[in-house]
Each structure stands twice: as C-alpha cells, then as structure tokens.
C-alpha cells in the first residue's frame, strides 16, 4: 500500500509538552479501525464494506450490530431503516418520518432483507460507492470475512461490535442488556472469534453484563465528546476497568491519554476523517484510531 511503509513504520519520537520521546507506534502495534466497515467509501455495515477494508489493510472492523424479531443478530446502525440510505421493496426511498415505524426488532430477517441499504446515494458521503446490499447477518459476515482473507491470502481481522441498546427502548427496538449480550455471544462464540472480538458499547450495562459473565472478552467504553465527566467518573459509573477507553476525537488530550495508558488501558478515539487530525492523535500516542476513510493511513506522512 503506497506510503504504508512511511505511515507506520512511524518510529514517533515526537516529544509532547513534558519534552519526553512518546512510545513508539508500529504498523504492528497500531490499531486501524474502519468504522461501519468503511463508510465513506462503501455503503455502511455491509458485507461489501467490510471486504473493501480488509483490502485497505485495515486491522480492526468496526461494525454495529441489533436483533430482528425471530433472534438473528444483524449489522445496523439504528434499530431501524435509516431514510439517508434505505430503499424499501418497492424501490422507493425511506421517508425520514416514516424511519422508526420501520422498527427491525419487530421485523423477521427475511422481512429485513428486502430493504436495500447500498444504492441510495448517501447525502453526507459522496464518494460512497453504490452496490445493492443488505443488512448482513452476523454469521454470515463473519463466514463470509473469514473466506475473503483466505483467498486474498491476508490476516484475519479483529471485530469491534458495538452493542446497540439504550435503556428508554429496552424491549421495544431491542432486548434488554442480558438477553442482547447472550445473543451476541452465541454467534461469536459459534463462530470461534472470541479472541477476535472487542465489544464497545455507549450503554454501559452491556458492558457490565459482559465483564461479570464473560470477564475474558475485551470491552471499549465509548463517550460521546458531549459526555464532559472526568475519566474516574467514567470508570466510577461504569464499575471497573476496560480494556479500551474510546472517547470522541474533541475529548482526546495528552492528560487522558497519558491517564488511560497508567490504568492500562487502549485509547481508541473515533470517527477521525482528516489527516491533520490524525496526525495529531498520534502525537499524543493513542494507541488506535476509528475513521470512515481507512485509505487515509496510508496517506499519512511522519
């Protein structure tokens, strides 16, 4: 990949405001995470999105996942159909009022297959490539990486699976936390990528369910940059430590990273779509960065 070479091979010895040299961060080391698989280059949460990272060199696919009503566990933002990238069956758009009466927990999966997710052209994304495309199964997905990395002879990647679930719609676009965690884990572990697999989550009772039930999987708690409660009252509400602190690029500072990485604990801050931010981030030694754009890493120049 041109300038892969360059970009992380970045020896940073880059030296923060303590005049101190920052650790060193390798192209083995660092974390390139493509968030919905690549968005802006592919329609979002879709098997052909997550290909196309793989192709970018991508370590970590981050992805969104939500439950249809018959129990299968499905790639989507929303627990709904999003009207900026939905077609419905008979080929007319999603209307942005009519989006949450299109609720998929209340959907089997054979009724969530017939909305198209990949031919809209997306308003705040154009360079996304149009492919019909639906909202992939999980196991499917997972089946369906596995096959690509085999014949394209490249490493199979990490999974950052972000839980779906807020606590006003337990139950009415989702189930409640324990039941969502069970069947999450039931296809990673059918699957076997329990060691594959990060789950994040801004709903810490995920989070919480995962650490006292399965205290070996890797958890990121992820923050909104509208969330301005100190790190120690982050780890407070949340009960214990994760394995990844992944905050909004405009909370990210030296002090929180330096904090982070004395709790042991990965900064992985997300959606970071410039390369001067990028750039930035790294100075401050995260150890990872999420962007809708993976192509960008290799266009970085340290």
């Known amino acids: 990949m041109k300038g892969s070479a360059v970009l992380f091979s970045f020896l940073i010895f880059t030296h923060c405001q303590t005049g101190k040299p920052i650790q060193k961060q390798t192209m083995q080391t660092f974390d390139r995470e493509g968030h919905r698989g690549c968005r802006g280059l592919m329609p979002e949460n879709t098997i052909a999105a997550m290909k196309k990272a793989v192709d970018l060199n991508v370590t970590t696919l981050e992805m969104d996942a939500v439950m249809t009503k018959d129990g299968e566990v499905i790639l989507s933002h929303e627990p709904f159909f999003n009207h900026e990238i939905t077609t419905k069956p008979d080929g007319s758009f999603v209307k942005e009022e009519e ?24 308003p705040r994304f154009p360079q996304q490539e149009k492919t019909a495309a639906v909202k992939p199964l999980l196991r499917d997905l997972i089946d369906s990486i596995r096959l690509y990395c085999k014949e394209k002879n490249r490493p199979f990647p990490q999974w950052n699976i972000e839980t779906k ?4 719609t337990d139950n009415l676009y989702h189930p409640a936390p324990a039941a969502f965690v069970e069947m999450l884990m039931k296809v990673i572990k059918e699957k076997g990528i329990e060691k594959n697999v990060i789950i994040q989550s801004f709903d810490f009772r995920t989070l919480q369910y995962l650490h006292q ?38 909370l990210v500072a030296k002090e929180l ?25 790294i100075a401050l030694n995260v150890d990872g960065i999420i962007t809708d754009y993976p192509n960008l890493f290799s266009q970085l120049a340290l």
């Open 99 to 122: 989006e949450k009466s299109l609720n998929i927990y209340r959907m089997t999966y054979d009724e969530v297959k017939r909305y198209d997710v990949g031919l809209k052209p997306h």
């Open 165 to 168: 679930t807020q606590p006003q």
């Open 213 to 250: 039930h399965y205290p070996h999987m890797r958890t990121a708690m992820l923050v909104e940059d509208y969330d301005k409660r100190t790190l120690d009252e982050l780890l407070a509400a949340l009960g214990f430590t994760p394995t990844i602190f992944s905050p909004a690029q405009s």
């Open 257 to 281: 990273v330096e904090a982070c990485h004395q709790k042991k604990m990965q900064v992985i801050p997300w959606t970071v779509n410039e390369t001067d931010e990028m750039q930035k981030l």
